[in-house]
């Protein structure tokens, strides 16, 4: 991860806290509430391009999983894990600029939630995404 110094984020957003290793290397991240849904936003640095500068295929992938598993998780006192995500690739999109991404849920029955996200930058559409979520419970305590 470089030190960069990311512009201000999209008004309204917040710096997402509390993520795993993982996402916090690949971000940071940032968040605002939607009626009925959630948004993220990230910048796209040189840490989330690939060699040519475009935001990496695997960038969006990782960011879209975790923002419909917080869509999903809304409402839910469970955990949530991916049980299955459809990504549609649209558009790629450049280094530099402000990658937003808006999430909701759908459907949710007993043990699934089904959410629908898109990708935009710049006004445009980037990634449009699907996914079902299955709450799993409180982790089970470690055996002795």
């Known amino acids: 991860m470089t030190d960069q110094q990311d512009p201000a984020p999209p008004e309204g957003f917040r710096l997402m ?10 971000g940071p991240f ?8 959630v948004a993220q936003a990230f910048f796209a640095g040189p840490d989330q391009c690939n060699g040519r500068g475009r935001v990496h295929g695997g960038m ?7 923002l419909l598993a917080h869509a999903a998780h809304d409402g839910s006192s469970d955990p ?3 049980v299955q995500m459809s990504i549609n690739y649209l558009a790629g999109a450049r280094q530099g600029v ?4 808006e999430a909701v849920l759908t459907r949710r029955t ?7 996200a898109v990708l935009r930058a710049d ?9 079902v979520f299955k709450g799993v419970g409180p982790e089970p305590a470690d055996p002795i």
């Open 17 to 26: 806290t509390g993520r795993g290793p993982f996402s916090t290397r690949n």
């Open 30 to 37: 940032y968040v605002r509430r939607l009626e009925g849904g």
């Open 60 to 66: 969006f992938a990782a960011f879209l999983d975790g």
């Open 80 to 82: 949530m894990v991916t």
């Open 98 to 101: 402000w990658v937003v991404g």
């Open 110 to 116: 007993r043990d699934l939630a089904f959410v629908e």
């Open 123 to 131: 006004g445009r559409d980037l990634v449009r995404a699907s996914g």
